[in-house]
């Protein structure tokens, strides 16, 4: 039953329509320069890009291969590898680490907040002491964020050149590139706080089901 409940919750015909109308709306809402963006994926560098990351993404589904991909990120810095710096790079100029960070602080929160309106604490829970609660975990999330993107890119970026990795962060540096990059995450902030706020509500009934 709670299988069934989560797949519901992450049913991509659900959540894929809320990301596309955010993503538009905060392009629209910018005057995004979309026929740059176009340009630039649509080219081999950027069709490139975004296939190893999609390749390199379903890859680390695997613990293995996530493992893996962290030890590789030690010893490549260990042996200051120019490429890490590469991407600690597009990294910033991405702003990917407070992004996502932001991302799963919020995200966290509405899961506090689910289970509190539907029941899951004696008390519903006062605001201050949620937020209190989320934001002490932002340092394991930050840390993990750090670690987790470093490896991830550096894995998806290696069959990339020095050149196509260089015109991929130029791009993402531009205004049109910072235009998407800002659209995107506002689609995925929107996607996961509803995920996470309707997980919180759910495992709340679950437990009084439970319970019961």
Excluded: C, H
Aim: hydrophobic share 45%.
């Amino acid at each position: 039953d709670w299988a069934a409940v989560v797949e519901g919750i992450y049913a991509q015909d659900r959540v894929m329509p809320m990301f596309i109308e955010r993503l538009g709306d905060e392009l629209d809402r910018v005057g995004a320069d979309v026929p740059a963006m176009t340009e630039f994926f649509t080219s081999d560098t950027g069709r490139k890009a975004v296939a190893l990351e999609l390749s390199a993404r379903r890859a680390l589904l695997d613990e293995a291969v996530e493992e893996a991909a962290l030890v590789k990120l030690e010893e490549r810095r260990a042996a200051n590898d120019p490429r890490v710096a590469d991407v600690d790079m597009f990294i910033e100029v991405n702003d990917l680490i407070e992004a996502n960070v932001t991302g799963g602080l919020n995200a966290s929160l509405a899961f506090y907040r689910g289970m509190s309106e539907a029941g899951a604490f004696p008390e519903p829970l006062p605001e201050d002491e949620m937020l209190s609660e989320v934001w002490g975990q932002e340092p394991e999330i930050r840390a993990e964020t750090e670690e987790w993107m470093t490896s991830f890119l550096l894995m998806a970026y290696a069959p990339l050149s020095d050149s196509e990795l260089g015109a991929y962060t130029d791009f993402s540096g531009s205004r049109a590139g910072d235009q998407l990059n800002a659209a995107l995450f506002a689609g995925f902030d929107a996607v996961f706080t509803d995920v996470s706020y309707r997980l919180g509500r759910s495992v709340a009934t679950y437990v009084a089901g439970e319970n019961l």
